[in-house]
T-cell receptor, first 114, second 111 residues
Framework: DTAVSQTPKYLVTQMGNDKSIKCEQN?????MYWYKQDSKKFLKIMFS???????INETVPNRFSPKSPDKAHLNLHINSLELGDSAVYFC?????????????FGPGTRLLVL | QQQVKQSPQSLIVQKGGISIINCAYE??????FPWYQQFPGKGPALLIA?????SEKKEGRFTISFNKSAKQFSLHIMDSQPGDSATYFC??????????FGTGTSLTVIP
């Protein structure tokens, strides 16, 4: 069973379009994240939700809007896509208060904006 | 600013050699230091982690050395194998749930 899953795995789209990426975790964790990984492999935190509440909102264009319908899901909607949005987007989850408190990452969504 | 500084950016090691990746941090409130391993086309996965109350943690061929006074920690991979070729990220976290990642080290182990 996949712990953190994302759909789609690949997304190729035109500039100006709106797209969504979905994330689900079956680990029972209370915190979920979105990261952007650029071509140099740098991992940048975008958002974090704890029990459906937004708790981290880094400097990200407001074209990016996260939505957490429940604790197990965190979706990312991107409006008016730009060339610079091309990257790999990773969803992750963690559970605070556990001995490890580590994050479990999904397989990533490779977004290419043409 | 970069909360966790990682070096080197890339590393080439012969099979059987020791790979060493270093990280430094400033914020003394950090209380959890994981290392992640990422293979091409995959998400990062936890490799090994340490808390600042110990100076070393070993799991198989992987060891974290932690120097609290110098605010540095490093990953040592003993007997490096071609299958260890991946990108490695250090990270740090304090109470709360934001993880701060290093910039990554691309490790290549030559057969």
């Amino acid at each position: 069973d996949t712990a953190v899953s994302q759909t789609p795995k690949y997304l190729v789209t035109q500039m100006g379009n709106d797209k969504s990426i979905k994330c689900e975790q079956n680990l029972g964790h209370d915190t979920m994240y979105w990261y952007k990984q650029d071509s140099k492999k740098f991992l940048k935190i975008m958002f974090s939700y704890n029990n459906k509440e937004l708790i981290i909102n880094e400097t990200v264009p407001n074209r990016f809007s996260p939505k957490s319908p429940d604790k197990a899901h965190l979706n990312l909607h991107i409006n008016s896509l730009e060339l610079g949005d091309s990257a790999v987007y990773f969803c992750a989850s963690s559970q605070l208060g556990t001995p490890q408190e580590t994050q479990y990452f999904g397989p990533g969504t490779r977004l290419l904006v043409l | 600013q970069q909360q966790v500084k990682q070096s080197p950016q890339s590393l080439i090691v012969q099979k059987g050699g020791i790979s060493i990746i270093n990280c430094a941090y400033e914020n003394t409130a950090f209380d959890y230091f994981p290392w992640y391993q990422q293979f091409p086309g995959k998400g990062p996965a936890l490799l090994i982690a340490i808390r600042p109350d110990v100076s070393e943690k070993k799991e198989g061929r992987f060891t974290i050395s932690f120097n609290k006074s110098a605010k540095q920690f490093s990953l040592h991979i003993m007997d490096s194998q071609p299958g260890d070729s991946a990108t490695y990220f250090c990270a740090a976290k304090f109470t709360g749930n934001q993880f701060y990642f290093g910039t990554g080290t691309s490790l290549t182990v030559i057969p």
